[in-house]
Structure formats: structure tokens, C-alpha cells
């Protein structure tokens, strides 16, 4: 796993543990082994560590976390590396992240290619750097720069490295020629004061007012995570600690973290965000469908999700066409566009080259037969299935034979869309989430029709925009909206039955959600529940009216109406089920009169309100809510749990701290979970989401573990 070679008084130890180099425990027996040939070879007078491949070691081998450890340590053979008598060079290119960075800080020179990064991402599976990179960087960069860099996980590019002393110069061309040149120009200096260990940390004195201020940062901006909080008092003991009672604090944080939970969640979010990619569907999977190469796309209707979605094509440097058949529409939709652009340049998530060609790449139009020529046509227009329909057969008489199909729809049959048109392999379903340009999930639904070579597409494209893309089959809801469902319905009956507002945002909070759902309906506005639960009744047949129980024998809650005919909006209207201090204001405070109001319409509905306990708030919203996804995988509607999952995380901001409800489920245990959906079944007959699944039954009877929790499973048991 290291490559061995010496050019002339270099020895040059190349990782070779593709597609990362990441640091296994073959790769650490190599590296100590090549360590001691190098120390043995009296020829040899400097060493230069890099990467082969397309990146230096990107970190440790997070496969092995849950394993028993193996010598030697990671740790161990750094601390072989500083001690030996010969200049150690770390030669990066590509990321040098994590215990590659580790690595680097062990060796007495670092140089970089100009597009290099380096960082400690370990936060984000809820850990830290482990191996000294606590006490090693702030020694380099003070404690302000360290605190930044390893409580976020961000990475920076060599130049911003060079400017805070990470690494010693940068390169442009040949690494091994690059290290093996600025090995040679040190070879004959000390090393005394090239080894980390033997620094103090710059700003040492000013230990408990940074650690103060970016304790307070993180409690804020990562509220419910605990890693973060334990990188900054990792950090600040690199100040106030000697190096070695340093190491022990950094060793103790480190093995409190790995035996988290939290970090275990974190850990199964990583490796599901990976997991979701490897698609299948009849006739092809990810391995033996080629994507079909897109150059020109379209964005039929100009409002909210139509120009997010805009964003998303234009920034990655799709040409758009954007499709409006009112031209004052079209102008909004187009002004919409550049302020979400230059607002996103002024924040400097977005470079100015990026935005100075997104707006050449901008096509607004009101004619149809301009898309004749574009290779992909996301219809974003509002959930109406006739307008659909119709949308996709213009389209279908239009565009060239090989143009893809798709709609931004959130709960409408992708089939019934694609019968409009004599292309249903090339129709499937791109659903992003509002707002399209921020949120990071996008559901593609395939039909019974939609092609291998299409799905392969779609998702393609989710990755070069930026996305996490989740593959579904089409039903009505498909994944994420479908599992929402009952969550809605459960939070509205809990205020009918005497929550209240505040509870039932207290408890989702408490659990990690950003923002309960009654918070998070002001935000969207209320007009919009009530437009869609109006049209579900349409559909039926059935008029809603403000004191109806029940919709084709299922229970429904008409608070929604309650609140639409008293102009309680949300936050637009300055008052939802919330007050706010002025139209649009976020501070929501609770209103009497929003009680008022549902005591009034439980007594016209002739519901008796109780007191209900905070975990039976838990239990209906979350458990309704893994039932219906089991429901889910049972359909084959998704084909495994990890597909929930990062649903949950990517769309709804589920904690990744908790892995996603149906990780939680399993922590929590499949036969408690299935007892209380049998508990709430008998006591809410009327919701058929209470109506346990067969596949929960079974696994949980069975003991079946997590990773064999797919569609089909059900017909093996």
C-alpha cells in the first residue's frame, strides 16, 4: 500500500490505497516499514511522503472505526516520522484531509500544488482530529484559525494555507519532482525547530476568551451537535496544556466521541450519502447505464421553484432556457435569477466568474419551439395534472427525439404524466425542494416506463449541480412528501386534542429539528396547506367545509381552513399560528388568540382536548412517520432505509446526529416501534397511517438487522 523508490539521496514513500490513499492499517504497515528502510539506508538523506493518484491521503479509513484497533497506530507512526534525523517533506496535491493532514503536521516541511486543499472534515461524522491534529495546528496557525477550521470541517485552498503557515511553499507541475527538489535544498538543515511538538501556540494567552467566543459560536450554529464542542476544548488545551498532557486531553475527547451515538449516526449518514448513488431499477443499475451528455437545458415557469432550479443549472454551466407565457412573469423570473446570483456572490459562496458566464448562459423565452434543440426539460409549473399533461405533449411534438422529460412535481404519477407524450422512457421526475438553489436533496422518480439510460442521467446531473440525489419509484408523494404526510396530520390532530403550538414545536426541537412544524408552516404560509388539502378533496369529489371530521372515512383536521378565513397566513401576514412583529418578522411569539381559535373549533367539532404528554407528541409525529416508511420500502417505493434517510436529512433537516428516522427506529428498537403503531392503531382506527406495516411486523419478529432492510425483504421472511 506505500511505493518504495529512491531517487538518488530521496527516498519517496507513495500512498497507493485508491480512490482516497486513505490511511488503512495495511497503509500504516507500509508507511512504518518504509519509515525504517529509509532510517537503515545510510544513502538516503531525506524522505518525501506524497499521495499517487489524484489526491495526497484524504483520512483515515472510517470503515474500521467500529472494528477492533490494530497496530500500529496512527499516531505511533507519525511520531516515528518527526524523530527520525533526516528532513521529512509532505508533498500534496489533490486533499490532504483529516489523517493526511495529520501526517503532514508530523513531517518537518509541507508544500502544496496551487489547487490543493487541506482541512479536518472529522466533525462532520461527529469526531475530531485524533491524532495530534488538535494540538499540532494551533501551534502553526494560533488557536482563532484552528477553532475555524476544525469546529466547521471546512477545507482551504494552498494559498490560504500558505498565508497561516500550513504549508512551507507551493508548486505547479510533477509532485514526486516537486517534493524530491525542495527535499535536496533542506537537506542539510537542523530540524530542531521544524517539529511541532517543540512550538507553543501563539496566542496562548488569549486561551479562554477565543474558547469562550467560539463555544458560543458552535452551541449556536451547531445546536444539539457535540462534537464541535469538544474541538474547541480540544483545542484550547493545546494552549494551556504541555503537548503531552495535551495529547492525553485530545485522546480522551476523541474516545468519549467514538463511542457516541452521535457519531455512530454521523458515520451511517457518510457512507448512506454514498450509498444512495448506487441505484438500480429493471433493466440497468449505476454500474451499466451511461449518462447521456447534456449541454442545453429548460425551465418551463418562472416562479419559485422554477427559477431555483434555474440557479441550480446555471451555476454548474448548463445553458437554460427559461420558459414563461406571460412576459411580466418572465421579467420577474429573470430579476429573481441575478438577485439570487449576486446575492450569492456577495456572501462568497458563488465566484464572480461563475456568475459573469451563469448570466450568458440565460435564455429567457415565451416561445415553445425555442426548446426544440435542448437535451433536458424540467417542467416546473404548479401540481395540476391536466396542465402537466398538456405541457409534456407540446413538448413531446417539439423537441428532438432524444430530448429527457422531467417534471419538478412533488406528488403527481410520473406515468400518468409520461402517457401524455410517445416517449416514456425518456419522462421521469425531478423533484427539488424549496428553496430549489439551497436545498441540497433531489428526488428522481422513474416509472414503469423511464429508461435505464434516463435515470442514469437525472442523477447525473443531481451530482454535477450539486445535489444529493435519491432514486425513487413513482407513487403518489413518492418518498419524501409521502413519509411527511402523516407527520402533518399527526401535528394538527395533537392541537385538536390540546397541544398546543409551542409544544409541539418544542418537542421537534428538543429533538434537533431546526424548527417544529407548526414554526415551519408560517414560514411556508398557511394558504398553501389549505390550496392543497382544498384540491385533495377536489380530487375526491368532496367538499371540505370548516367542521369536517372525516374525507372519504380517513380523519382530517380542518384547522388549516380555520386559520386561511381568520387571514392568519404565517409570517407574510405577520400572524399564523404564531405573532410575529411585523409582516415577514422571524421572531415568532405564541398568541392567545391562536388557543382561542382552536378551542373554538374543537368545541363546533365536538372534540374533547386533554392533556398529552411530551412523549406521546414524539411517538405520533416520528413513529407515524417510520411506519409509513416502512410502508415505503415494502412497496419498493424506495429500495433501502439509507434512501429514507438522507431524504429526512437533505429535505426536512432531520439532525444528522440521529441518522435519520429510520436509523433512529433501529436504535430505538423495531419491536418497541411496532408495539406503539399497534397502540396507536387501536386507538385511532380512522387514520389508516396508524395501520402498522407488514414488513415492521415481520422484521421486528424477526430480528432482522438493519442492513437487510430493502425492498423484498418482506417476501423473504
Known amino acids: 500500500m506505500v511505493d518504495y523508490s529512491v531517487h538518488g539521496q530521496v527516498a519517496v514513500f507513495e500512498v497507493n490505497n485508491p480512490p482516497v490513499n486513505a490511511f488503512s492499517h495495511k497503509v500504516r504497515v507500509g508507511l512504518d516499514r518504509s519509515i525504517d528502510k529509509a532510517i537503515r539506508d545510510t544513502n538516503v538523506k531525506a524522505i518525501v511522503i506524497c499521495g499517487k493518484g489524484r489526491t495526497f491521503p484524504a483520512g483515515a479509513d472510517i470503515r474500521e472505526f467500529d472494528q477492533p484497533h490494530k497496530e500500529p497506530w496512527l499516531t505511533g507512526v507519525f511520531e516515528k516520522l518527526e524523530k527520525t534525523t533526516k528532513p521529512v517533506v509532505a508533498a500534496i496535491h489533490g486533499t490532504c484531509l483529516g489523517g493526511g493532514l495529520e501526517c503532514a503536521l508530523f513531517c518537518h516541511y509541507r508544500i502544496a500544488q496551487k489547487t490543493a486543499r487541506v482541512g479536518f472534515p472529522e466533525v462532520q461524522i ?119 498532557e495535551g495529547l492525553k486531553a485530545e485522546a480522551l475527547y476523541m474516545q468519549k466521541l467514538v463511542l457516541s451515538g452521535q457519531s455512530a449516526a454521523q458515520r451511517y449518514a457518510f457512507f448512506s450519502e454514498r450509498a444512495v448513488s448506487r441505484w438500480k431499477i429493471p433493466g440497468g443499475n449505476f454500474q451499466t447505464a451511461k449518462p447521456l451528455p447534456i449541454k442545453s437545458t429548460a425551465v418551463i415557469g418562472a416562479g419559485t421553484m422554477g427559477t431555483g432550479i434555474a440557479v441550480c443549472l446555471l451555476n454548474a454551466g448548463y445553458q437554460v432556457y427559461l420558459l414563461e ?28 466568474a461563475v456568475a459573469q458566464k451563469a448570466a450568458t448562459l440565460l435564455k429567457p423565452t415565451m416561445k415553445y419551439e425555442d426548446l426544440a434543440d435542448v437535451d433536458l426539460v424540467i417542467e416546473a409549473v404548479y401540481e395540476n395534472l391536466s396542465l402537466k399533461r398538456e405541457i409534456f405533449s407540446k413538448l413531446d411534438k417539439l423537441c428532438k427525439p432524444t430530448t429527457l422529460l422531467c417534471s419538478n412535481t412533488s406528488s403527481l404519477d410520473i406515468n400518468r404524466i409520461g402517457t401524455a407524450t410517445k416517449r416514456g422512457d425518456k419522462v421521469a421526475g425531478m423533484h427539488f425542494f424549496a428553496p430549489a438553489y439551497y436545498m441540497r436533496l433531489l428526488e428522481n422518480i422513474y416509472s414503469t416506463e423511464t429508461s435505464p439510460a434516463t435515470v442514469a442521467t437525472i442523477m447525473d446531473v443531481g451530482r454535477k449541480i450539486g445535489k444529493v440525489s435519491v432514486l425513487v419509484k413513482s407513487c403518489q408523494g413518492f418518498l419524501a412528501n409521502r413519509m411527511r404526510g402523516p407527520f402533518s396530520v399527526e401535528a394538527y390532530f395533537l392541537l385538536e386534542e390540546g397541544s398546543t403550538p409551542q409544544e409541539v414545536d418544542s418537542v421537534m426541537e428538543n429533538l434537533g429539528m431546526p424548527m417544529g412544524p407548526f414554526k415551519t408552516g408560517d414560514l411556508s404560509g398557511l394558504d398553501i396547506g389549505y390550496k392543497i388539502q382544498t384540491e385533495l378533496a377536489k380530487s375526491k369529489g368532496v367538499e371540505l367545509t370548516a367542521n369536517s371530521k372525516f374525507l372519504m372515512g380517513e380523519r382530517i383536521s380542518t384547522l388549516t381552513r380555520t386559520m386561511y378565513d381568520k387571514g392568519r397566513l404565517g409570517r407574510k401576514t405577520g400572524k399564523g399560528w404564531y405573532r410575529y412583529e411585523k409582516p415577514g418578522g422571524k421572531l415568532a411569539t405564541p398568541d392567545e388568540e391562536v388557543m382561542e381559535l382552536i378551542k373554538d373549533h374543537c368545541m363546533k367539532a ?46 426536512f433537516s432531520w439532525p444528522k446526529y440521529l441518522g435519520g428516522p429510520m436509523y433512529y427506529a433501529n436504535r430505538i428498537g423495531l419491536d418497541k416501534i411496532y408495539k406503539r403503531i399497534c397502540y396507536y392503531h387501536e386507538n385511532f382506527p380512522y387514520s389508516s397511517h396508524w395501520i402498522p406495516s407488514r414488513l415492521l411486523q415481520k422484521l421486528s419478529e424477526n430480528k432482522v438487522p438493519m442492513n437487510q432492510w430493502c425492498s423484498g425483504t418482506d417476501s423473504k421472511l
Not at 610 to 629: A, F, K
Open 126 to 244: 461527529g469526531l475530531l482530529p485524533g491524532a495530534a491534529g488538535t494540538q499540532r495546528l494551533p501551534r502553526l496557525t494560533g488557536l482563532r484559525v484552528a477553532m475555524d477550521m476544525i469546529t466547521s470541517g471546512r477545507h482551504i485552498l494552498a494559498p490560504e494555507a500558505l498565508k497561516y503557515g500550513i504549508i512551507d511553499e507551493m508548486f505547479t507541475g510533477d509532485v514526486i519532482n516537486a517534493g524530491i527538489k525542495f527535499a535536496k535544498s533542506v537537506m542539510n538543515k537542523p530540524l530542531e525547530d521544524r517539529c511541532l511538538k517543540n512550538k507553543t501556540v501563539k496566542d496562548a494567552d488569549q486561551a479562554d476568551q477565543i474558547a469562550d467566543e467560539f463555544m458560543s459560536l458552535v452551541k449556536r450554529k451547531y445546536k444539539g451537535f457535540e462534537a464541535p464542542i469538544d474541538c474547541v476544548k480540544a483545542v484550547k488545551a493545546s494552549a494551556t496544556l504541555p503537548y503531552r
Open 325 to 352: 407565457q406571460n412576459q411580466k412573469f418572465l421579467e420577474n423570473g429573470v430579476k429573481t435569477i441575478r438577485g439570487i446570483i449576486e446575492g450569492s456572490v456577495r456572501l462568497g459562496k458563488t465566484p464572480m
Open 606 to 651: 365536538g372534540i374533547q382536548r386533554r392533556n398529552i404528554s411530551t412523549q406521546e407528541i414524539l411517538e405520533r409525529l416520528v413513529y407515524s412517520c417510520i411506519n409509513e416508511g416502512f410502508k415505503i420500502l415494502e412497496e419498493g417505493v424506495a429500495a433501502t432505509p439509507e434512501d429514507i434517510d438522507i431524504s429526512w436529512i437533505y429535505g
